[in-house]
């Protein structure tokens, strides 16, 4: 891979492009377009000798200088190349691109050691740059370091997914298909070796027929071969689990930690309206000022709409401040079967949903969980709605147990904000073994991004 390749890691990342840079009286000159034209058709000399031209009269042209160390390193003339990027150094210091071209130069000379340490800096200064994190997985192979590779080819990977990019052979630019393709395919087989180990070693521990379902269920995650939902309105992101209770709300058993939380209504209203009245206790869910509707995601109807959360519990990080403040809602939610999966879940926080606000149709992650929301406060036009279902309107001290992985609203079209305790709880048709088989994939699956 040569430098014009790095020019473009900018479709890649939000960088400092040409465009930011100071002006320059070269910018204007009509021969730098004529010289790229002759260099995409191939007309390699012809637009050597243009380059060559504009920069006797602008000897500080930032794309004849990338073209010609470009040309070079395609000669294998590598000290011709760092001569044309010293010349870069003095013009655009810390330019991605430079950043990038120095370290193709450590790459042709074999000096792999460097050009690790200098992709991970880049990468740390441009965390979404895909292409840099794939170049790195690449040297990481070259020195034995599989596993560190196997990350920062995932990170690749999920960034760009994260952008809508490299999700089908369309969204992938062709200048790069050969090699993204390639990390793509390295990767699952990387994936398919954990996964397999891992349920391998929880064979051993737990049997092969308690891990029936759990083993179709990484097959499907794994594409041998595809495993779907029954209702195509169940459309699980992350991970989906066979044979469970497959409505959008299950019907479940009186559990023990309802009665408790009924006893515990009036207190657990009082602690939350205490919280409401302190803003420095509640962020935005989306992290949107109040009033801006998010497309595809939130409808906010006023300026004062939006969805504010208070997180006791935030990936799996207990949030101690609010525990201290809020005995009640805690001790609430210590009788809850709350989804335990260390840095992941739990997830539970009081959610404010204010005034004329919908949170849009979407899908939760898996299957595994539900969702268990305990409305503290509701008025009339406030309701869950699921697709081709009736709506849930929200009652006061009556929790809704539901499978977010169905698609549903969240909708307050009254003029109260609705307050509710919401977290997510083991789906209860799970064995023990398949919760801590869940538990340790998940935790391996985020592993290859640390």
């Known amino acids: 891979m040569v430098l014009r390749s790095w020019h473009h890691l900018l479709h890649y990342a939000p960088m400092t492009t040409s465009a930011q840079r100071p002006a320059a009286a070269w910018q204007s000159d009509p021969r730098i377009p004529q010289a790229q034209a002759l260099l995409a058709d191939s007309q390699v000399l012809s637009a050597e000798t243009l380059f060559r031209a504009v920069l006797k009269d602008h000897p500080e042209c930032v794309p004849a200088l990338f073209a010609l160390a470009d040309l070079a ?65 690449t040297v990481r192979e070259q020195l034995g370091k599989d596993d560190a590779a196997m990350r920062a080819r995932g990170k690749g ?17 062709p200048q790069f298909q050969d090699e993204i393709i390639g990390h793509m395919e390295r990767f699952r087989e990387q994936q398919r070796d954990l996964f397999q180990g891992l349920l391998a070693s929880l064979q051993e521990r737990f049997g092969k027929d308690a891990l029936a379902r759990f083993e179709r269920a990484i097959a499907r995650y794994l594409d041998k071969p595809p495993l779907l939902p029954s209702d195509p309105r169940q459309k699980p992101s992350f991970l989906y689990f066979p044979d469970l ?54 409808r906010c109807d006023t300026p004062a709409s939006g969805w504010d959360v208070a997180h006791f519990f935030r990936q799996g990080q207990r949030t101690d401040t609010l525990h201290e403040r809020c005995p009640e809602i805690s ?29 849009l149709p979407h899908h939760g992650v898996t299957n595994t969980r539900l969702i268990v929301q305990i409305p503290l406060a509701a008025s009339s036009g406030s309701h869950l709605s699921f697709t081709g279902e009736a709506d849930q309107e929200w009652k006061i001290g009556t929790p809704v147990v539901y499978d977010d992985t169905f698609e549903h609203a969240d909708i307050n079209d009254s003029d109260d904000p609705k307050v509710s305790l919401m977290v997510d709880i083991w789906h209860p048709d799970l064995s023990d073994a398949e919760k801590t088989a869940i538990t340790e994939f998940v935790q391996a699956s985020q592993s290859v991004l640390q």
């Open 73 to 137: 390193l395609e000669r294998d003339n590598i000290d011709l190349a760092e001569l044309q990027l010293k010349k870069l150094e003095k013009i655009i210091p810390g330019d991605p691109d430079l950043l990038m071209g120095l370290i193709e130069l450590r790459l042709f000379r074999g000096e792999l050691a460097i050009a690790e340490q200098e992709l991970e800096s880049f990468v740390t200064t441009f965390p979404d740059a895909a292409i840099a994190w794939l170049r790195l997985a």
């Open 157 to 173: 990977i999920t960034r760009a997914q994260a952008h809508g990019r490299w999700k089908s052979l369309a969204s992938i630019e």
């Open 245 to 298: 209770s497959h409505k959008p709300i299950p019907e479940l058993k009186q559990a023990s930690w309802m009665k408790t939380v009924a006893k515990q209504l009036p207190a657990l209203q009082q602690e939350a309206a205490a919280l409401m009245e302190d803003p420095s206790a509640w962020i935005s869910f989306f992290g949107s000022p109040r009033g801006q509707s998010i497309q595809g995601v939130l």
């Open 331 to 359: 001790a609430a939610l210590a009788s809850l079967p709350l989804c335990q999966i260390p840095g992941q879940a739990p997830e539970a926080c009081l959610s404010l949903l204010l005034p004329k606000t919908t949170v």
